[in-house]
């Protein structure tokens, strides 16, 4: 679901640049007018308990919100295109004097190695490095 700041932990949590950038950015827009009732679904889920137990019974039919105690929340960066697409696997751009890798989700860390062996390459070549 949307953060209101990069490291917005909670609901209450806004930084007003972090959420500027947000708004102004044509692809959030493209975006939330594609998944607008996904992403109103996730903001009730977790402001309404009961709603977030409706939607676990779906798959565990007997758990309640007794069941359930608060916990500590993460922020992780899902790049969107301009177009309004979701970006699903990382990118990396090289500039004349950076690599950045971008968008590193979940299979980021199982490839850590692989990326780094092709980051190195790329640095070795692009900076005139020697082993």
Request: no cysteine; proline share 3%; net charge positive.
């Amino acid at each position: 679901m949307l953060a209101y700041a990069r490291e917005g932990y909670r609901h209450s949590i806004v930084n007003a640049g972090d959420l500027w950038n947000t708004v102004t950015f044509k692809g959030f827009w493209a975006m939330t007018g594609k998944y607008w009732r996904t992403g109103f679904g996730e903001l009730y889920r977790s402001l309404s308990k009961a709603a977030f137990v409706r939607a676990l019974q779906k798959l565990l039919p007997e758990i309640t919100e007794s069941d359930l105690v608060p916990g500590g929340s993460g922020v992780r960066a899902q790049a969107v295109s301009a177009s309004g697409a979701l970006v699903d696997d990382f990118v990396i751009k090289q500039s004349r004097s950076a690599i950045h890798v971008l968008n590193a989700p979940s299979p980021g860390a199982t490839a850590s190695l692989a990326i780094g062996q092709s980051i190195a390459a790329m640095a070795a070549k692009q900076f005139d490095l020697k082993n």
